[in-house]
């Protein structure tokens, strides 16, 4: 069993569009995070909830809007998409907010 | 604002070479420190954790790191690297409960 999953996996889209990516956890952690990761690699936080509140809320900008219906999902919705967008985009989770982060395998976003 | 440096962006070594990889942090308080591995299209895998004790941590696969407070560093080693460890590898601080991340350092292993 994967411990945390993402999908989709590739995701490709127009400008302008609204998307989503859905994160799930099976470590029964009570933290979990999004990263987007560009094109050099540079790993950035984007938001962190812990217990379904939103504790960390980077710099990012308000068409992107984190939803967790519970401990153990954390959606990431995009309105209006754009070129800038394109990044992978990581799911993680932990327990405790200073624990070990575990990581899933990606959505690689492409806005054309 | 906490900040993670790794000074080499791109390392290349042939087989059975030593590997020394660095990274600095800056924040004065109590961090908990790690270093995560991605390999080519793959997702993060944490290699090592330091959290206290012992400064010197081993983890998987023959990688150990050395914590040396006085010098806000936390360099990854491996005595004799594989082609299998070709991969991007990234220094990560934990303080104030966030976590942090260098640029990463890409390492090619030739056969």
């Known amino acids: 069993d994967t411990a945390v999953s993402q999908t989709p996996k590739y995701l490709v889209t127009q400008m302008g569009n609204d998307k989503s990516i859905k994160c799930e956890q099976n470590?029964?952690?009570?933290?979990m995070y999004w990263y987007k990761q560009d094109s050099k690699k540079f790993l950035k936080i984007m938001f962190s909830?812990?217990?379904?509140?939103?504790?960390i809320n980077e710099t990012v900008p308000n068409r992107f809007s984190p939803k967790s219906p519970d401990k153990a999902h954390l959606n990431l919705h995009i309105n209006s998409l754009e070129l800038g967008d394109s990044a992978v985009y990581f799911c993680?989770?932990?327990?405790?907010?200073?624990?070990?982060?575990?990581f899933g395998a990606g959505t690689r976003l492409s806005v054309l | 604002a906490q900040s993670v440096s790794q000074h080499n962006h791109h390392v290349i070594l042939s087989e059975a070479a030593s590997l020394e990889l660095g990274c600095n942090y800056s924040?004065?308080?109590?961090?908990?420190l790690f270093w995560y591995v991605q390999y080519p299209g793959q997702h993060l895998q944490l290699l090592l954790k330091?959290?206290?004790?012992?400064?010197l941590v081993k983890g998987i696969k023959g990688f150990e790191a050395e914590f040396i407070k006085s010098k806000f560093s936390f360099n990854l080693r491996k005595p004799s690297v594989q082609w299998s460890d070709t991969a991007e590898y990234f220094c990560a601080v934990n303080a104030g409960n966030m976590l942090t991340f260098g640029g990463g350092t890409r390492l090619m292993v030739k056969p």
């Open positions: 993680a989770s932990s327990q405790g907010q200073g624990g070990i982060q575990y």
């Open positions: 330091y959290f206290s004790g012992d400064p």
């Open positions: 470590l029964g952690h009570d933290t």
């Open positions: 909830y812990n217990n379904k509140e939103l504790i």
């Open positions: 924040y004065g308080g109590t961090v908990n």
